[in-house]
């Protein structure tokens, strides 16, 4: 993602009823959902060895190190980076929580008082729909209508 992309205006969806305005993510926006990711990930790994019944110390020690290590945005070159992305972020960001996550995001933009349980309920009540606007929230639909606004060059 680059600084001076252009960011959509906010689209207007509507979830049981209420209008909620989505924004797509920024690159800040991107680097705490990656953490989030990492996480999730995180979580996962000392899940599976407990329950393969790893030594508790070797959970601990697997945890430490993973929670220090880089997460696709340092590598020797960029194929080891897509390999990094592919084999640990990509198959969180179709999870339920990830998705939840990302489109939190996209609303607590426009709507601060929401908090990540409500954007739970909401993806919870509408599944068909949630694929289409995390995809647009992480720019890759572009609303048909709306005007675009060109972000400053930092």
């Known amino acids: ?28 926006d991107y680097g705490e ?6 996480t999730l990930y995180i979580g996962e790994v000392g899940r599976s060895m407990r329950i393969a019944g790893v030594n508790e110390d070797k959970i601990i020690a697997e945890i430490g190190r993973l929670q220090f290590e880089e997460w ?13 992305y592919n084999e ?34 909401i993806v919870a009540s509408s599944p068909k729909d949630i694929g289409d606007l995390v995809t647009y929230t992480m720019g890759g639909i572009k609303a048909k209508k709306g005007k675009n606004v060109t972000r400053a060059k930092a």
């Open 1 to 28: 993602m680059n600084a001076d992309r252009t960011v959509d205006a906010p689209i207007v969806v509507e979830f049981n009823g209420k209008k909620y305005k989505l924004r797509q993510i920024t690159n800040q």
């Open 33 to 38: 959902l990656t953490r989030y990711l990492k």
């Open 72 to 84: 696709g945005v340092k590598g020797k070159n960029q194929k080891e980076i897509e390999k990094n």
């Open 88 to 121: 640990r972020v990509r198959p969180l960001m179709s999870s339920t929580e990830a998705m939840t996550y990302i489109l939190y995001i996209g609303l607590r933009k426009e709507h601060v008082e929401l908090t990540l349980e409500e954007a739970s309920d």
